[in-house]
């Protein structure tokens, strides 16, 4: 089958790009906005905001499917930046999956985020099924893109799945949120806020590999949005998994009332300095759960994760 992969650059695209070209299985063609090398067996430079181009490459190439993963992906963006990055994560998949259509493409996996349900949940956490409430503008972006794919392309002609993962980890990964974790261990120090009881939902990339490719071989159900995650765990059980692994010293941990009045701090400097400063913003994410439980994915396509989280930890920094 001839995939054709849109961000093929970024780390999730990297990662396809080379489950999918293993033992020539797929021919993987890939696009993004930079030439950065990856495994695909050829790539075009194109911004996805650019209908035409899109269109060339598309009748040049005549994908059987597309996976649509070209977008900013960091947030929440400034306002200077948010019309340009909406034009990117919006208009540029409206774009992506009109082309691959327009040339008889058999159908669109687009990868949106767990940004949708908002970014804060209970410790008990929150079900893929919980109606989506975003809590910044990237989360917001994601959902109107989600919501006009699935709009557009709802007769069934051209079958659209929605994957929302939740933060990915794996081996080279440098700017993820587990990389900076795991950088920052490394250099010695990472402040476990409140004991690092906060929990998250983490999904490594080789089980998102497995997925996709379990999508691909047994087919996907157009109109369907799935959540994506392999694991539920605290801060504190996650830097004790990579400290077991390479043996680091233990890293302190800053009581939650310290962090409190380190917010506070942060609150006041902010208007008086000429640039953003993300403290209050990192403490309150650090401190604060996120838990989605996902299921209808694997109810539907019989799947378990391949790596446990002891084995996904030790594979990302082997």
């Known amino acids: 089958m001839k995939?054709?992969?849109?961000?093929?650059?970024?780390?999730?695209?990297?990662?396809?790009?080379e489950r999918l070209t293993r033992r020539q299985k797929h021919h993987v063609v890939g696009v993004s906005a930079d030439d950065a090398p990856t495994k695909a067996d050829r790539a075009y430079t194109c911004d996805v905001r650019d209908l035409s181009d899109l269109h060339r490459i598309f009748a040049a190439e005549a994908p059987d499917l597309v996976i649509h993963l070209a977008a900013v992906a960091r947030g929440p963006v400034p306002a200077a930046r948010e019309e340009r990055t909406r034009s990117v994560n919006v208009a540029g998949a409206v774009n992506v999956?009109?082309?691959?259509?327009?040339?008889?493409?058999?159908?669109?996996?687009?990868?949106?985020?767990?940004?949708?349900?908002?970014?804060?949940?209970?410790?008990?956490?929150?079900?893929?099924?919980?109606?989506?409430?975003?809590?910044?503008?990237?989360?917001?972006?994601?959902?109107?893109?989600?919501?006009?794919?699935?709009?557009?392309?709802?007769?069934?002609?051209?079958?659209?799945?929605?994957?929302?993962?939740?933060?990915?980890?794996?081996?080279g990964d440098e700017r993820g949120g587990c990389a900076k974790i795991i950088a920052a261990l490394q250099r010695g120090f990472f402040p476990l806020l409140d004991g690092g009881a906060a929990r998250r939902s983490l999904l490594h990339a080789e089980n998102l590999a497995d997925r996709v490719e379990r999508l691909i071989d047994k087919g996907w159900k157009g109109g369907a949005t799935y959540g994506v995650s392999d694991f539920n765990v605290s801060l504190c059980d996650f830097t004790?998994?990579?400290?077991?692994?390479?043996r680091f010293a233990l890293t302190p941990a800053v009581p939650l009332s310290l962090a409190g009045h380190l917010q506070v701090l942060d609150r006041y400097l902010s208007p008086l300095l000429p640039v953003e400063t993300p403290v209050a913003d990192a403490i309150a994410r650090m401190s604060t759960d996120f838990v989605i439980h996902t299921r209808l994915f694997e109810h539907d396509y019989g799947y378990a994760p391949r790596l446990s989280l002891r084995e996904a930890v030790a594979a990302t920094l082997s």
């Open 240 to 246: 004790a998994l990579v400290k077991e692994h390479c």
């Open 97 to 171: 999956a009109h082309a691959a259509r327009d040339n008889r493409c058999r159908g669109l996996i687009h990868f949106s985020t767990a940004r949708v349900w908002g970014l804060t949940t209970s410790p008990e956490g929150r079900s893929e099924d919980a109606s989506p409430a975003p809590g910044d503008n990237l989360g917001k972006m994601a959902l109107e893109a989600e919501q006009k794919l699935l709009e557009d392309f709802n007769d069934g002609s051209f079958p659209v799945v929605v994957l929302r993962p939740v933060t990915v980890f794996g081996k």
């Open 3 to 17: 995939i054709l992969i849109t961000g093929h650059t970024g780390f999730i695209g990297r990662t396809l790009c």
